[in-house]
């Protein structure tokens, strides 16, 4: 009689070829997600995806909705409500940005029902991003824009802070799809680069100051609500602040974060915000420009703003550096209208600080 062969599992199966990846691949994946919600998830894998997350560099933080203290309801300050008025002004009393489900409902592997990330009970990307000791890179994205405007109007910003303001571009203007026939006639007066009469006649100078401000306001608000993730992440290099609807972003690199560490930051009367310094503006415009895909902009405007500081003001090395600044800061069709409008006549104004 033949002894039966006895049957064994093979050892090589029993070890997860997972393990085998080196924790420096892993993080290098785990840097591409950089969505925290999905780190989340990931971190609920395993206990050794658990360990790693927190040491991922690039992170991205989507905001759903934003709380006060005041007790308004989510539908008060729900963005499609609040388009036709100033987003801005609901931001001066923000004191706390939100994230939603499913982040908060993750549960730590370790056992029990302790949170994953304790901190994300709170809402708060300040303290959830605590939980992130090396971030060097950071995308934060608001759900609108702050600033309300018609339909139909274009407003887009973009802002450089250190401790305060040191670059900011903004550019407006109404699309259309075609160019209209009295475009034709203003384009033929205005040969020459000048503004023509009808804009300071007929509103578009106030129209556009009152751009200019609530944007300056919208980026001194986002600015002084940066203040708590810049103290607890000494290692961030890039810092960038936007909203879903692209309207304004403020950008913070190397220099600037460095500059925000070390010097005092002042705030403004409402003591929301971050008090925008006295700045020259330099303003550009054109009746109409016709832009790439068969667009065009009506009554594009251009404004470059700049803090007033002496013996700087209007150098050589200052005007080209607030230009490069003006021509980089938008993409596609809008740096087209940017560069366009860089060419045209330059008017310039005087802002006190507030």
């Not at 608001?142 to 973009?158: F, M, N, Q, S, T």
């Not at 699309?175 to 026939?181: F, I, L, N, S």
């Not at 069709?333 to 409008?341: E, G, Y």
Request: charged share 20%.
């Amino acid at each position: 009689m033949q002894n039966k062969t006895r049957i064994h599992a093979d050892p090589s199966l029993d070890q997860d070829q997972f393990d085998r990846i080196p924790d420096s691949l892993v993080l290098l994946i785990l840097n591409k997600i950089a969505d925290v919600r999905s780190l989340g998830r990931c971190s609920a894998v395993s206990k050794r995806f658990n360990a790693l997350v927190p040491l991922v560099h690039d992170v991205y933080v989507k905001i759903d909705r934003v709380v006060t203290v005041d007790g308004d309801s989510d539908d008060a300050l729900n963005p499609s409500s609040l388009r036709p008025r100033n987003l801005f002004s609901h931001f001066l009393k923000l004191m706390i940005f939100t994230l939603l489900k499913p982040i908060h409902h993750l549960r730590s592997t370790n056992g029990g029902n302790k949170p994953l990330f304790p901190q994300l009970s709170h809402h708060s990307p300040a303290q959830v991003l605590k939980n992130f000791i090396h971030i060097r890179n950071l995308r934060i994205e608001l759900p609108a824009g702050d600033v309300g405007i018609e339909e139909g109007v274009l407003l887009k910003w973009r802002a450089e802070f250190g401790s305060t303001l040191q670059n900011c571009v903004i550019l407006g203007g109404t699309w259309v799809d075609r160019k209209p026939a009295s475009a034709e006639q203003e384009i033929a007066l205005d040969d020459n680069g000048s503004i023509p009469e009808s804009f300071y006649t007929n509103g578009g100078l106030k129209l556009r100051v009152v751009w200019t401000i609530n944007s300056l306001i919208a980026a001194s608000t986002r600015h002084h609500l940066l203040r708590p993730i810049i103290k607890d992440h000494p290692t961030l290099k890039s810092l960038v602040l936007t909203d879903a609807d692209g309207q304004g972003t403020l950008s913070m690199g190397v220099e600037q974060l460095k500059e925000f560490r070390e010097k005092s930051l002042a705030a403004s009367a409402s003591s929301n915000r971050t008090q925008v310094p006295a700045s020259s503006m330099k303003l550009r415009y054109a009746p109409y420009l016709e832009l790439p895909g068969g667009m065009g902009l009506q009554g594009a405007t251009l404004v470059a703003i700049k803090p007033t500081s002496e013996g700087s003001c209007g150098s050589n090395s200052s005007r080209k550096e607030t230009d490069a600044f003006g021509c980089g800061a938008f993409d596609g069709p809008f740096k087209a209208a940017a560069k366009a409008l860089l060419k045209r006549r330059t008017y310039l104004l005087e802002m006190n600080g507030f």
